[in-house]
């Protein structure tokens, strides 16, 4: 069983910088892409970013101040830079998705979440 745990997540003013971490255990996730979704409260979780080992993909709403990069076959980052009260929420990592990579249901893998609060 993949085991997905974040962190990095906290309280940041409106401008400023986060980075969060997602690191897998389990087995190497060698040829799972690995994403990253939030959800903020009363809305559904949506999706962010994605990186498999030759691209990555973004939400239009994070494009040019988001940043997903993957260290290890277990191990991926996103840099969240620019950061605007409507980037708060629950940020999830993702793995092991059948499909297409924006779709939450296609995932068979999530973390527990790592909140992030951008305050004005």
């Known amino acids: 069983q993949v085991r997905l745990v974040e962190s990095g997540g906290g309280l940041v003013q409106a401008g400023g910088s986060l980075r969060l971490s997602c690191a897998a255990s389990g087995r190497t996730l060698s040829d799972d892409p690995m994403g990253w979704f939030r959800q903020a409260p009363g809305k559904e979780r949506e999706f962010v970013a994605v990186i498999n080992w030759s691209s990555a993909y973004y939400a239009d709403s994070v494009k040019g101040r988001f940043a997903i990069s993957r260290e290890t076959t277990n191990l991926v980052y996103l840099q969240m830079n620019s950061l605007k009260p409507e980037d708060t929420g629950v940020y999830y990592c993702?793995?092991?998705?059948?499909?297409?990579?924006?779709?939450?249901?296609?995932?068979?893998?999530w973390g527990q979440g790592t909140q992030v609060t951008v305050s004005t």
């Open positions: 993702a793995a092991g998705p059948d499909g297409d990579y924006t779709k939450a249901s296609d995932y068979d893998y």
